[in-house]
Each structure stands twice: as structure tokens, then as C-alpha cells.
């Protein structure tokens, strides 16, 4: 029995929530072969208080592909458009009383709300709507004029003022009037120049748009249809203004308004190259990847600072030497401080981060910005309704930082390398560092006893916590990588509303190719400083010890050998396929076969590489353990064989977290936030076949 026969029949008996969910399955199952059934959902869904917006994105399609056009035009203008007139009007006429008397537009004939060529149709409370052209007799696509996304490369060339063909977003005008400099600030005629091929349009637009936050301070120049031929004006010939007149002013701390997050997607990801590519920019403020922990402590720091001080003097005297008094005064007297003029302080007053910085652009400087975490973990669980759940703290933190909320613009972008490869880096990184930081403990020990036997590290009955004795081990690293999802969009998340995945092998073997579109993403424009990689001026830096210098390509074939075994990459490349398809890696060592429940157990008891190191590790936590027995240390053989009771027990558990977690995702890989909300993938920054250099990697 068809959907439509289903929901007829559930409406007759009065059951009209299974009926509206079986009439919303009928529209989807018609695939548009069943125009009458579906114009019987829509109404049925919205006469019984159904989601109203499946009702209204029907009517749109059923409209646009010419069904029922005179029955649906009166029923959308009467639910829709018609309780909405008075605000779109008012909203309409607002605008065009501010801008007769805005200086810089130079039409005064607007036209009677009547005879504007758009309706629009209110779709939700978010700012969304959807267009109507009564000359095409079509409804155009869905609108969200706050969409929180930055569409185009505006700030592409700044050798001239900024001009951009037809905005429309209210999100990108604010942005422009937010992040462009005033012409008297930097001593140069810098308006921002706005073409609109068609005054009709530019006229219909204004029922949706709110002009009065965009012309406070006269940055913009309106020009209208053939009137672009007056880019760039003399406005000392035509309105006697001299802007030469003026010095450049240093940057006002709530003059920095955007941010550029480089997400961390997982360990040993090529974080410090991209860094290093930005640096020296003339529109960017850099500093290295900063521990998320230590930007809080340095927010929370420069707000005591502030907040302690009885005067400026004070303040300028507690805050050196990590600021300057210029910047430091500006902090000291600003209302309403937060998290983010904070931060944009530290980074003004830092040589490092203004090393390359332009004091003269026609821009405002973003934040250039990585927060690190030691390890990027994340966690699965299926949820009531079978889905699985991607869960990560790292994450929460973030979201939860009233450092983000404080930035309205917001670019994030996230570098993505060859997941195996990845993963050897991260082992060979961890185990370098457990057994450097075992060298040192022992070392410390050995003076300890030298100098008159003190006391070792305290000892705890079930061994040393590895962080509070910072024993560094290697962690379940193969579970942590294919449980992380970071590359992922959380609808929900605001940090990613306007990202895109960008490969380190791209960047490595196509540097132009990638970083001119990077660039052109981020909307910053691609400069010389962009060619080479740097750290305050050094050129090839080594930004860890044994990392590769610039754009040399041996991080892209190197294969860890010693660190990742062919059972461990098959696990990966398989429990990771969608992404490797998706972002256009091809697999090495996955065959394409179907994987078992048994397969998944072979493969897990073959990470004898992984289990090496993290055996190595581990066991020198356990064996700083005590075992006591009524209040006393038992002898040492009894605690050694209780030591390696517990070290074979965590290793056992380590395999069973793995083959538990694995079964979960041969279910499949579909994932949801905490809410149920799919995630889906991030986008894949393309680049222009014209300027790659070497073949694309795969």
C-alpha cells in the first residue's frame, strides 16, 4: 500500500499526527510523479498544524514546476505573505528615508512598495526568506540574510578601494562596514564601493535589509547600474575632502573584528606548516599554535591585570612586559571588556604576531589563531534511536569559550593529512617524548639520592597518575583516530558555518594552487609572504625537532614502518573509507572487501606495533605502583607480579575498547551530534587546475 493511502486512511480515523507523518512520507516518495498526492500532503500537514515549512517547500516546487499555480499563489500570499506585509513595508520605507539623506547614493527615485519586482515570502524567524518574481511567475531559492558566511574573496586586491558587484547578505555588508577601515584612519580615500546592476532589485532588497547599522560611518559609496564607471571618485576633487590630510592611526583594539581558526583535526596533521605559511601576512595577526589552556590563562591573566589596577600607570606597569602602553590604555579604560579585547590586546602588543603586519592596509588585521589540545580525542555511543554519537570535550570546550561567541566573523579552516601516515608521526611523536621524559625522571631521581637520599616522586597503591607524575605514555592512539570525527560539520556548532578542509599534501606539492584558493577563502589577499614558510621573519624554520623545513615532500612519503604495522593501516584506511573517497585519498592497503566481526578481531590482536609502544609506556607507570595488604607494603615479588597483573589488565582492556567501539561502526558510518542532528562532511577546499604545479596526490 502506497504512503498517500496510508495517510488517507489515518486521517479518516482522526489520527492526525500518524497521518502527517505518513503524508510527509508520500511527498517524498512521489519524486514529483504525483503533483495531485502532493499538493493533498501539504495542505492536510498545514491544516492540522503539521511542520508548516514542509507544507511551504512544496507548494514552492509544486509552483515552479507549473502544478496547481492558481490555487497555490492565493494560499501562500494568505498564510505567508500577507501577515507580513506591514513589516516588510515598514522595513522598506525605513530604508529608503535613510538613505535620501545618505550622502553617497546618488538616486532618489525609489519605487512604491507595490511596484517592487520581488515579493518576499517569510519562511522562518531566522532571517530567512524566499523570493517571488511575479514577472516569471517562480519562486527563487531560500534566503538567510544573516547566513554567517563570507561568499566571495572581497579583500582579493587592496592596491585599490574595495568594490563588490551586487551584496545582498546582510552578514557580508556588515562585514565590509566592520572590517574595512575609515579612509581619515589610514590617510587614503578607502570607501567601499558597492555596484548594483539594477536599481529594481537594489530597491526590492530593501524590505529585508537594515541599512542603518551600514551607514553610521559613511564608508560606503552605493553605485547604481552604469554609474560604476565612476570607481574609484576623487572625493577631494568632488567633495572637497583630503584624506592625505591624515596620519594613519595605530589599530584600535575593537577595530579587529574577524577571526581565522585553524582548526587542530588530530596530532602530527601538518599544523605548524600552515602556521608558518601565514606568518609574516600583512593583513594577519599570527602567533604559533597556542595550548587552548594557555589562552585562557593568558585572557584570564591580562583581566586580573586590568581589574586589579587602581590606574592606568599600574596597569601599564603589571602588564609589561607582554603589552605596550598604547595598547595597555586602551584596555585599561574599555567598557564592557571581554574575552576577545583581551586576547586582540595580547596579540597587538606581541612583536611576533605584528612581525609582518601592514599599519597602513585598508583592513583591519584578523586573528590568526590555532588552539592546541595534547591529543584531539572523541568518543562514540549509540543513542536511543541506534544512531552513533560523535562526542568530543575538546570540542566542548570551545564551544562553550565566550572567547568565540565574542568574534563575529568567523573562518575556520582545518588541515587534513593522509590518516596512517598521520598516525605513525603521532606514535613515533609519543613514544619520542615518553622516553624523554623517562630519561629526565630518571635522571632527577638519581640527584635526588646523591644529594642525601630524598624522597622519590610519591607513589600511589594503583600507580602514578601518568599526569600528575607527567609520565608521559602512548595513549590508544588507532581508537582515537578513527573515533575522530572533527572533520565533520556539527549543523549546530557556529565555529563551522564557513569552514573548509584543506589536505597538507596539496599544500606540500601544489603550494600555489592551494594557497592562492586558502587565501582567497579566508578573504585575505595572496601575498609574497605566502610563498615561503616563516616564523617572525626566519625563513624555513624547524618548528619541531625532525620536522621537515618548508614545502620538502618527505613528510608525504615517509611511512612510519616502525611506528604503524599493515594490520593497523587496513583497520584505518577501512573504519575511514568515506573519508578517504571523500577527500580523494586512495586506499593503500584496504582491499575493498567486506569486514566481519571476525575480520575486525584478527585485525585489533595484529596491532602488535601500537601494543609495543604503549606496553614500553605504561609499564613504567605500573611499575611505580604500591601494593599494600592491611595497611602494609607487601614484598617486592608479590608487588611485581600485582604490577604486571595490572599492566596485562589495561592492555586487555585496550583491545576490548577497540573491538566493542569497531562493531559499533560496522553499522555503518553515520553520524549525529548529542541532538540526533546528522553530521556531514566539511568541505574540501578545489583548486584551479590552472596553477597546480605537480599532479593532484592521492
Known sequence: ??????????????????????YSLAIHESGGADPAGELEAAVYILQSGGDYRTSYTCFQSLYNRGHFQEEILPLMEKVFYEPNIRLLKGRYERNCKLLEKYPYLFRRD???????????????????????????????????????VVSRNFFRDLDNPILAD??????????????????????????????????????????????RPLLEDTKLVFLVEDEIGQYPIDFKARFGIDYSQYPVKP?????????????????HNGGDFFNEIFNNHPNLLVLPSIMMSNIEMLIDDSRKVMELAENVTQAIDAASP???????????????????????????????????????????????????????????????????????????????????????????????????????ATVKFMYRMAEEQAERFMKAEERAQAEGGGASPKRGKNGPEAEDEKISVVSDVISERIFNRSFMIDPENRLY?????????????????TFTALAAFLDLPYTESMTYCSLAGQR???????????????????????????????????????VYVYYGYNFLWYDGKTVTESDVDRLVEGFTTLNSFI????????????????????????????????????????????????????????????????????????????????????
Not at 1 to 19: F, P, S, T, V
Not at 116 to 145: C, E, M, S, T, W
Request: charge should be neutral; hydrophobic fraction near 35%; include cysteine.
Open 322 to 424: 607582554w603589552s605596550n602602553p598604547r595598547v595597555t590604555t586602551e584596555l585599561y579604560y574599555m567598557r564592557d571588556r571581554t574575552d576577545k579585547d583581551c586576547l586582540v590586546a595580547r596579540y597587538l602588543a606581541d612583536e611576533v604576531a605584528t612581525y609582518g603586519l601592514d599599519p597602513a592596509s585598508r583592513i583591519a588585521p584578523a586573528i590568526f589563531l590555532q588552539p592546541h589540545f595534547p591529543n584531539m580525542v572523541c568518543s562514540l555511543r549509540a543513542n536511543t534511536n541506534g544512531q552513533t554519537v560523535v562526542e568530543s570535550g575538546n570540542d566542548d570546550i570551545l564551544r562553550a569559550s565566550p572567547l568565540f561567541r565574542c568574534f563575529k566573523y568567523i573562518k575556520t579552516f582545518t588541515p587534513m593529512r593522509r590518516f596512517t601516515t598521520s598516525h605513525g
Open 497 to 513: 558555518k564557513d569552514c573548509v578542509a584543506v589536505r597538507f599534501e596539496d599544500g606540500k606539492l601544489n603550494p600555489k594552487a
Open 251 to 267: 589599530l584600535g583594539i575593537r577595530e579587529v573584528n574577524r577571526l581565522i581558526w585553524h582548526t587542530q583535526l588530530s596530532s
Open 540 to 578: 624555513d624554520p624547524e618548528s619541531l625537532k625532525g620536522n621537515d623545513r618548508g614545502f620538502d615532500p618527505a613528510a608525504i612519503y615517509r611511512t612510519y614502518d616502525e611506528y604503524i604495522n599493515d594490520d593497523e593501516r587496513y583497520f584505518i584506511e577501512y573504519f575511514m573509507r568515506d
Open 615 to 698: 606496553y614500553k609506556t605504561w609499564k613504567r607507570v605500573f611499575d611505580k605502583a604500591e601494593a599494600t595488604q592491611n595497611g602494609k607494603r607487601v614484598d617486592a615479588a608479590l608487588e611485581k607480579q600485582l604490577q604486571k597483573q595490572l599492566l596485562d589488565k589495561r592492555m586487555k582492556e585496550f583491545e576490548e575498547n577497540r573491538k566493542r567501539n569497531a562493531k559499533i561502526l560496522l553499522e555503518g558510518l553515520r553520524f549525529v551530534n548529542k541532538n540526533g542532528q546528522p553530521l556531514r562532511m566539511m568541505p574540501k577546499l578545489e583548486l584551479d587546475p590552472a596553477l597546480l604545479e605537480q599532479p593532484l596526490y592521492h
Open 110 to 148: 525609489f519605487l512604491p512598495f507595490e511596484e517592487l519586482p520581488i515579493q518576499f515570502f517569510p519562511y522562518d524567524d531566522h532571517n530567512g526568506y524566499v523570493p517571488f518574481y511575479p514577472a516569471q511567475k517562480r519562486f527563487g531559492d531560500f534566503i538567510n540574510f544573516k547566513n554567517p
Open 166 to 211: 551586487d551584496v545582498y547578505s546582510q552578514y557580508e555588508l556588515e562585514y565590509l562596514n566592520d572590517n574595512v577601515r575609515k579612509s581619515e584612519n589610514i590617510g587614503r580615500e578607502n570607501h567601499i564601493y558597492l555596484h548594483y546592476t539594477s536599481w529594481e532589485v537594489f530597491c526590492s532588497y530593501l524590505q529585508c535589509l537594515n541599512m
Open 1 to 22: 500500500m502506497k504512503a498517500i493511502e496510508i495517510a488517507r486512511r489515518l486521517a479518516a480515523l482522526g489520527q492526525m499526527e500518524d497521518a502527517r507523518r505518513a
